[in-house]
Nanobody, 124 residues
Framework: QVQLIESGGGLVQAGGSLRLSCAAS????????MGWFRQAPGKEREFVAG????????RYADFVKGRFTISRDNAKNTGYLQMNSLKPEDTAVYYC?????????????????WGQGTQVTVSS
């Protein structure tokens, strides 16, 4: 059984930055893709970024391209989401997820384990 614990969320002003972390335990982290999703109040969960098992391939939602960077440190069983130039519309609960496959993917069905989420609030 995999446990994913997110951290690094908080309140930040528009234009600011936050770095989210996702610490994994259980299933071999380095064998699988991981991803970040978010869910704003009243909206469905949406894909933010994904990274392959090796970190060589990354995928981003159009609305975060150029602002967010996904990365991972397999030696530490930890994934990251660096968020820069934050906007009020980025306000949401952010979830990390560990994939069932190795390649980078944006499909929620390709992820088998999810964290509890961390709140990110961007004030205008």
């Amino acid at each position: 059984q995999v446990q994913l614990i997110e951290s690094g969320g908080g309140l930040v002003q528009a234009g600011g930055s936050l770095r989210l972390s996702c610490a994994a335990s259980g299933r071999t982290f380095s064998d699988y893709a991981m991803g970040w999703f978010r869910q704003a109040p009243g909206k469905e969960r949406e894909f933010v970024a994904g990274i392959s098992w090796s970190g060589d391939t990354k995928r981003y939602a159009d609305f975060v391209k150029g602002r967010f960077t996904i990365s991972r440190d397999n030696a530490k069983n930890t994934g990251y989401l660096q968020m820069n130039s934050l906007k009020p519309e980025d306000t949401a609960v952010y979830y990390c997820a560990l994939g069932l496959i190795a390649r980078a993917t944006a499909l929620p069905a390709n992820f088998g384990s999810w964290g509890q989420g961390t709140q990110v609030t961007v004030s205008s």
